[in-house]
């Protein structure tokens, strides 16, 4: 299975300023067929159910803002949040969905608070 | 618009099965496949398996092959996901959640998820 990891692992950032998240995988989720890389991210807040914010590492889900958005290729992956606002705060997961179906692997997650 | 309105919790005793349900709406059902994910409380997401609804086919994570069993009635959208054996490990939100690529050829992300259905085991 792939392996994937987080940091940090909680991080408390002002109102307004840029939050960074990591994300690594423990082998490469680009597919060479498409040169896609097989990575998104989610946003779950307390009591919900996770939202989709971002596929194929950098494609913003439809009526996702604008501040949130994706990088990275191969095994290393970044999600910012340009200026946090408070609805903001939730857990964040990466996934990986380069496996066959039979193992798609997420983070760990990140909590993201106001400082 | 997509929905996906799962069934109410459950309490079992160790060692039953739970069926919980996936009712799709807003979307044609045999399209995309549905996806299995659970959730301890305070913990991480786990893949469970997915279903194509179209054909039937699954595919489960291999930590629960043998527990786990996905299955559909296309004539009322909704899918199926029965766990069996059930100990006080598996108590945790199940969510069913929508495939977003139609025909995937890898893997697949998650574009719509249902509301989650809390399974409690206890003696």
């Known amino acids: 299975d792939i392996v994937m990891t987080q940091s940090p692992d909680s991080l408390a950032v002002s109102l307004g300023e840029r939050a960074t998240i990591n994300c690594k995988s423990s082998q490469s989720v680009l597919y060479s067929s498409n040169n896609k890389n097989y990575l998104a991210w989610y946003q779950q807040k307390p009591g919900q159910p996770p939202k989709l914010l971002i596929y194929?590492?950098?494609t913003r889900e439809s009526g996702v803002p604008d501040r949130f958005s994706g990088s990275g290729s191969g095994t290393d992956f970044t999600l910012t949040i340009s200026s946090l606002q408070a609805e903001d705060v939730a857990v964040y997961y990466c996934?990986?969905?380069?496996?066959?179906?039979?193992?798609?692997?997420f983070g760990p997650g990140t909590k993201v608070d106001i400082k | 618009q997509v929905q996906l309105v799962q069934s109410g919790a459950e309490v079992k005793k160790p060692g039953a099965s739970v069926k919980v349900s996936c009712k799709a709406s807003?979307?044609?059902?045999?399209?995309?496949?549905i996806n299995w994910v659970r959730q301890a409380t305070g913990q991480g997401l786990e893949w469970m398996g997915w279903?194509?609804?179209?054909?039937?086919?699954?595919g489960y994570a291999q930590k629960f092959q043998g527990r786990v069993t996905m299955t559909r009635n296309t004539s009322i959208s909704t899918a199926y996901m029965e766990l069996s054996s059930l100990r006080s490990e598996d108590t945790a939100v199940y969510y069913c959640?929508?495939?977003?690529?139609?025909?995937?050829?890898?893997?697949?992300?998650?574009?719509?998820w249902g509301q989650g259905t809390l399974v409690t085991v206890s003696s």
């Open positions: 996934q990986q969905y380069y496996s066959t179906l039979r193992s798609l692997t």
């Open positions: 807003g979307y044609t059902f045999t399209s995309y496949d």
């Open positions: 194929w590492a950098s």
């Open positions: 279903m194509n609804p179209n054909s039937g086919n699954t």
């Open positions: 959640a929508r495939g977003g690529l139609p025909y995937p050829r890898l893997g697949n992300y998650f574009d719509y």
